[in-house]
């Protein structure tokens, strides 16, 4: 940018607190082409004001030197004019103060070191700012939307025609977009289709319904933007959001589209009973699963297996295989329910026989309280908290059943016609490839340990999507639920994949970074083929040549800067993002001069959650230590190496990374650059060992959104260490 205008609000403490004449100075030293000062920027009269020098001058570029820019974004935002704000209230008078020894808040004028006040080290931070909001405008370049060369399809594919599915598709269609289903079995519905009945999906929830999937079939069937391709599986899914190239397989035939976007709506297979023989299941002929037991009640043939006698009493036996380390870890949400409504069926069929329930805690979800309700008042069906403690062959063709019953802390033994295991889900992806992705990190959806197969991304901030951009889950593939959810969750599903391609067509980034319309731009005549950044790559956006070139497809990118960490190249990057441009804004600030113990400490910040956090820190007023210079970052996995070199020579005494927690119970919203920025951390102490300098000058700080008092006494901890270590001896060379 050429002509950068800077505009210093004075309001909310910033002029009270620091020397605007001091900062104007700064700015125009800088660089910038004119320099303004004036209170409330974002008042009305100060937004006109911005807008008149604009126009004046032929500004091209403002940095506004005011509020965080996670505030009043729409105040200051000037159409084509390229904005930087610099965080003068939260980045310093609201979050850096002088502090008495009880902890009391003093006056700026307060000696800071030998012969340096407070407010010299206030100023000397808020002019680095402002000469690194010129530097970086200085090296700025306008991110231009990316088009891809091929037209943007508007269909979205949706595989799987059971409930998710077909209400996803009939949500497409009645959005205007095209949809195509793909359904491996002959004829559409799903599980749902063999059921005799479920819970009603709306209020009362007290009532037995015919499935509704027999209403949805028939919707689809006469909806004129669905297409229906039953026996039908995908064979190869390749290019990206927008583009994707499908290959299908119908009855041997092979058939070829383009989509925009997909939904995954394969549902479920139920759990493998055979892992159940301690409860007889496989070795007791009269011991059946729900699934089994609900395929009897579709035929109206309620008769024990062993020997065709009519039914009587049947006992359910809850969590079967479930919420146990040993089989299915979780709760499959509908197994309470469902072993409910089987009760019901059995008592509709003969009001004289019995059904007992057996249960350790029963999860009927909210309003479904109703339908347990309504059983719990029928004299016929007995719910009791216990723990089956044996099942064998009883008399006469019975299971005979020994409960610890710990209501009433008793063991009780019944005998019962038929024992039904209330078995869990399994997602049909944890089994089998659906997906056939082309994409050099592998054909599936990459798992996380934590879902046990269900596909999802970010169980936090992103429901609905998985580690493939535009490929979202619906259903009971997604997470185990119950029919009224899958068929909310398929709305959702359907309406992020409309999203997912008109942020396309628009050509910004689909998610999280929605309305990004900077991608990595990859300079290959430098590249060594190293392929760091095509294997860390968190959304497998980047295939390979065959010589171990990358081939981008950036309608899949989510634009974390995770490939940019990566290239010792550095030929990676974003016009708005560049190695040139955080260099140039960490050689724009001052050093003092080694001796003086000031100390200067830098702070890459994750955008994500530790930046918030930094602000929500500042409007609790609590104090960070001032000699901190923040630079927000995309991701921790956005740091390239040649930042940390970059800060080193120019002379900080320590460099502390901020972002998200990784692993288990991860929080980073790229799902691995926080700890792919941790491994990268030994080639940064070895680099630090290598100069004689002690590895905790680069440290990582992990944190969540809401530690804000963890990541005070943090940075307090790691500015004293660093402290203890004395100066970077490379200080001003
Ligand atoms: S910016 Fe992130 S999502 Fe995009 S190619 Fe690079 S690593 Fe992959
Ligand atoms: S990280 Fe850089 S050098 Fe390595 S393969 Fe990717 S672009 Fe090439």
Redesign the pocket.
């Known amino acids: 940018m050429e002509k950068i205008g800077v505009f210093i609000c004075t309001s909310c403490d910033i002029g009270k607190r620091l020397d605007i004449e001091q900062l104007e100075s700064v700015a125009k030293e800088q660089g910038a082409i004119s320099v303004y000062s004036k209170e409330f920027l974002c008042s009305s009269e100060g937004k006109e004001f911005i807008n008149s020098k604009i126009a004046e001058e032929g500004l091209d570029a403002v940095s506004i030197c005011a509020c965080s820019s996670r505030v009043n974004y729409d105040v200051f935002n000037f159409g084509k004019v390229v904005v930087d704000r610099v965080s003068l209230r939260e980045g310093v008078v609201w979050s850096r103060f002088p502090i008495g020894e009880g902890g009391e808040i003093l006056d700026d004028s307060t000696e800071y070191v030998s012969g340096v006040s407070f407010k010299d080290e206030l100023m000397a931070l808020a002019k680095d700012y402002i000469r690194m909001s010129v530097a970086k405008l200085q090296i700025y370049k306008i991110p231009v939307p990316f088009k891809p060369e091929e037209e943007i399809s508007k269909t979205v594919l949706v595989i799987g025609g059971g409930v998710a599915g077909l209400t996803a598709a009939l949500e497409v269609a009645k959005a205007g977009y095209p949809a195509i289903i793909v359904e491996k079995e002959k004829e559409l519905g799903g599980f749902v289709k063999k059921m005799k009945a479920h819970c009603e999906v709306k209020p009362p929830y007290k009532n037995l319904v015919s499935p509704v999937v027999e209403d949805l079939i028939s919707e689809v069937e006469k909806n004129k933007r669905i297409k229906v391709y039953t026996s039908a599986q995908i064979v190869k899914i390749s290019g990206g959001p927008g583009i994707f190239k499908v290959l299908i397989n119908q009855g041997g035939k092979e058939l070829e589209g383009k989509v925009g976007a997909i939904v995954l709506a394969v549902g479920f297979k139920p759990y493998d009973a055979s892992n159940l023989s301690d409860l007889g299941y496989g070795v007791i002929k009269n011991v059946v699963t729900n699934v089994e037991f609900e395929k009897m009640a579709k035929e109206g043939k309620f008769v024990r297996p062993s020997d065709g006698t009519p039914i009587k009493s049947v006992l359910f036996i809850q969590c079967a295989g479930q919420r146990d380390e040993s089989y299915l870890p979780y709760c499959s949400s509908f197994c309470c329910l469902a072993s409910l409504k089987q009760a019901k069926y059995l008592r509709e069929a003969d009001p004289e026989a019995k059904a007992y329930i057996i249960y350790e805690y029963m999860r009927t979800m909210g309003i479904y309280e109703n339908f347990y309700k309504s059983l719990q008042d029928d004299p016929g069906v007995f719910l009791t908290k216990g723990k089956v403690v044996s099942v064998s062959e009883g008399q006469e063709g019975k299971v005979r059943v020994e409960v610890d019953e710990t209501l009433l802390g008793e063991k009780i033994v019944l005998e019962v016609d038929v024992v039904v295991l209330a078995t869990g889900m399994v997602p049909v992806t944890a089994e089998e490839p659906v997906l056939n992705l082309e994409y050099r990190q592998g054909p599936a959806l990459p798992e996380l340990e934590l879902f046990y197969g269900y596909a999802d991304s970010n169980y936090i901030c992103f429901p609905y999507e998985s580690r493939r ?1 535009g490929i979202y889950a619906a259903g009971a593939v997604h997470q185990p639920m119950t029919i009224g959810q899958a068929i909310e969750d398929a709305r959702g599903a359907a309406l992020k994949a409309i999203q997912c391609i008109t942020a396309v067509e628009a050509g910004h980034a689909v998610h999280p970074r929605t309305w990004d319309f900077a ?2 731009e990859f300079d290959l005549k430098m590249c060594t083929q190293c392929k760091r ?1 095509t294997e ?7 295939n390979e040549d065959e010589k171990a070139f990358p081939i ?1 497809f ?1 309608t ?9 960490g ?1 290239c010792p190249q550095r030929i ?1 990057n974003f016009k708005d993002y560049s190695i040139d441009m955080v260099s140039n804004m960490v050689k724009a600030t001052e050093m003092p001069e080694q001796g003086y113990e000031l100390y200067r400490f830098m702070a890459f910040v994750c955008e994500n959650d530790a930046l918030p956090a930094l602000d929500m820190i500042a409007y609790q007023r609590k104090n960070l230590p001032v000699a901190f210079r923040i630079i927000p970052v ?1 991701c921790l ?2 740091v390239n190496v040649a930042f940390v070199k970059d800060a080193m020579s120019k002379g900080y005494d320590g460099i502390l990374m901020i972002g998200c927690k990784y692993g288990e119970n991860y929080q980073c919203h ?1 799902i691995k650059g926080s700890e792919i920025a941790n491994r990268r951390m030994e080639n940064v102490a070895e680099t630090l060992q290598q100069l004689a300098l002690e590895s905790e000058r680069v440290t990582m700080l992990i944190t969540a959104i809401d530690e804000i008092d963890h990541i005070v006494e943090k940075m307090k901890e790691f500015a004293e260490t660093i402290k203890g270590y004395g100066e970077n001896p490379f200080k001003g060379w």
Not at 536 to 542: D, I, N, Q, S, V
Not at 556 to 564: N, S, V
Request: with cysteine; glycine share 10%; charged share 20%.
């Open positions: 951009t991608y990595p950044c860390e790559c968190p959304f497998g956006a980047l981008p950036t899949r990118c989510r634009r974390c800067g995770t490939c940019f990566a990676i995309r996995g956005a790229f």
